[in-house]
């Protein structure tokens, strides 16, 4: 188990920017593959990006171009980088973290079992 908790959400204008990291607990940080999730109020949560323990990283087509996702494993931190952004990115952004999740299943969060407990990204004017 890995204790995840996320920082670095605010309310922003649009085409603004924020960074959002997550902080984890424990000694074995690099072993994991890291995902940032969001869900905004009425909707299902949906994938942002993922940066996997071999660094591969996956993004959304929402957010491609846009964000950034990176890993520190000397500082157990993953930053999500967001630019350009839109109030549709308005939401709760959540970090989560699995041993087991490959390419293959780094957009399904039922494959995480390691959850942090958000950081809300307000953007409006």
């Known amino acids: 188990q890995v204790q995840l908790v996320e920082s670095g959400g605010g309310l922003v204008q649009p085409g603004g920017s924020l960074r959002l990291s997550c902080a984890a607990s424990?000694?074995?940080?690099?072993?994991?593959?890291m995902g940032w999730f969001r869900q905004a109020p009425g909707k299902e949560r949906e994938f942002v990006a993922a940066?996997?323990?071999?660094?591969?990283?996956r993004y959304a087509e929402s957010v491609r171009g846009r964000c950034t996702i990176s890993r520190d494993n000397a500082k157990n931190t993953v930053v999500l980088q967001m630019n350009r952004l839109k109030p549709e990115d308005t939401a709760l952004y959540y970090c989560?973290?699995?041993?087991?999740?490959?390419?293959?299943?780094?957009?399904?969060?039922?494959?995480?079992?390691?959850w942090g407990q958000g950081t809300q990204v307000t953007v409006s004017s």
């Open positions: 989560a973290a699995s041993l087991t999740v490959g390419w293959g299943a780094a957009t399904d969060d039922r494959k995480y079992d390691n």
């Open positions: 940066i996997l323990w071999t660094t591969s990283t």
């Open positions: 424990g000694n074995t940080f690099s072993s994991y593959s």
